[in-house]
């Protein structure tokens, strides 16, 4: 029922989206930090979703034409989009090169789409993405069927070139311990690696020094950054929104007139994305208990997570390493690369008219828990299958798999139905012993009782 990723195919996904590196000063804080606003540009969320779903804001591919030889037709047409956008799957593209050819681009619903017992989430992470094996997959884009195609319609795939140079550098060093866990931040490192900060052009030879270690993390829900004044787990992305999310483009990007040009569309797309609502829970909850389970999470919970209902409200909170404790490693990446937020502080994106910035924090940011439900795996990394799990620390699976062919959901734990595992088991087997991939952390649910746990999970169910 799920659709197997496309992306194993051909090429890969384009992207970006940050999340790394160091500060200035060391930020040892012990208290929970509110995040200030920053001013946003407003704009048409019509317009952003059209945009969004046919733009171009990845402007190299694969010719059309032969995509769809190899790929064939898309079934499905999810976005129920026309022409020939109805004939590639929802995570791709057609747009006309400059050259006046159809290619076939990756689009941001790569990472930030997911199809859910038939129905496609746009906004939801998607948590079935795989890059585990992109050492081998590197291999497509230079093998025989590639250069014979190349060698038979030179022209048609001129406007492939961009694309197949950033990926050719990038795409060995992506690799991820287990499927189900996203490398954009360390797409979005190795990319501006290649790429001056002021003209934004690419050079072959890298001009940062990038440390190795890629680290997983999950993909945020669309729906919960109207609530948010900062981007990303660690809530390092300050400034306009805008800058941040038209960051796929640096996989293609010529120079800072086409980013200018590609930069005007991110208003209307920060519109679209703030306009997104959180999918209902399907099934029935027991209103007693969730009246029960709101009582508890004011008490326990809502001091960093917010309250819910017609007079919501959100702290905005970054929570420091004492205080929550999860997996450390994507918050330290900052503190072990701050070439990447100082390439970042002095590149056009910081510098331009409406600057975003990175600030970067010992600690995550606490959520908003809108739509919760329907977002397992949790925690940044996706360490942890289920709400129970969140809740109960002793719950928590060292080694778990889930079926990615035939996924199961458990509406009663809330989370993804899983197979508990001895011992680790390559990448099929999520292996919460490894760096970056730990579980622990986040004991606010330890000391409840298990009537208590039951009905703060009945109240999670309808936010
Ligand atoms: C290769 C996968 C990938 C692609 C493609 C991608 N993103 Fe992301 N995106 C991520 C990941 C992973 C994160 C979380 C990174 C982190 O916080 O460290 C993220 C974070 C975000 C966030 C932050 C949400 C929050 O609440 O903090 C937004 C908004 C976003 N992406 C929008 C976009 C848009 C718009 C595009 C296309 C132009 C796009 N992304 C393309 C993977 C991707
Ligand atoms: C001191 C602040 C704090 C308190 C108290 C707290 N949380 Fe959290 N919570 C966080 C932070 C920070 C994260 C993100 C941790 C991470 O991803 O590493 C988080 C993550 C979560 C997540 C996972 C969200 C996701 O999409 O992955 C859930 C669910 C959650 N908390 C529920 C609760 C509940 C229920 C309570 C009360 C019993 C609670 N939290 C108490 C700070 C807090």
Redesign the pocket.
Known sequence: MYRKQTIGTLFI?????L?ATVSEKFNNSVKPEPIPPSQQQQGNAAKGYEYLITGN?VSSGFPYRFYRIIAGKDKENFLKRTGKNSTVPFGFNVIKNEQGIDMVV?N?L???AQVFDKQLYVGLGNSFIDFSNTKKQNTILTNTTFQILKSIAPKQFEGSKTIVQSFNAIYPDLQTEVRGV?A??R?AMLLVAHRNPITLQWSDSTILDIPKEVIP?D??A?W??KK?NA????GFGRGDFGKF??L?NILTVKDTTEAAEVYKHFAD?LAY?QSINPPKYPKPINKDLANEGELLFTTKCSKCHGTYGKESTYPNLLIPEKIIGTDSS?YKSNQQNPQFIEWFNKSWFATSYHPAKLVPYNGYIAPPLDGVWITAPYFHNGSVPTLEGVLNSKKRPTYWSRDFRKPSYNYVEVGWNYTNHKKKGGKKIYNTTLPGYGNYGHNFGDNLSEEDRKAIIEYLKSL
């Open positions: 996904i384009a992207v970006i989206t999340s804001y990756p941001c790569q990472c930030h996203n954009a931040d797409l993390t993909a945020p669309w919960l950054l948010k981007m990303f787990y660690t999310l038209m796929s797309v994305i994507l």
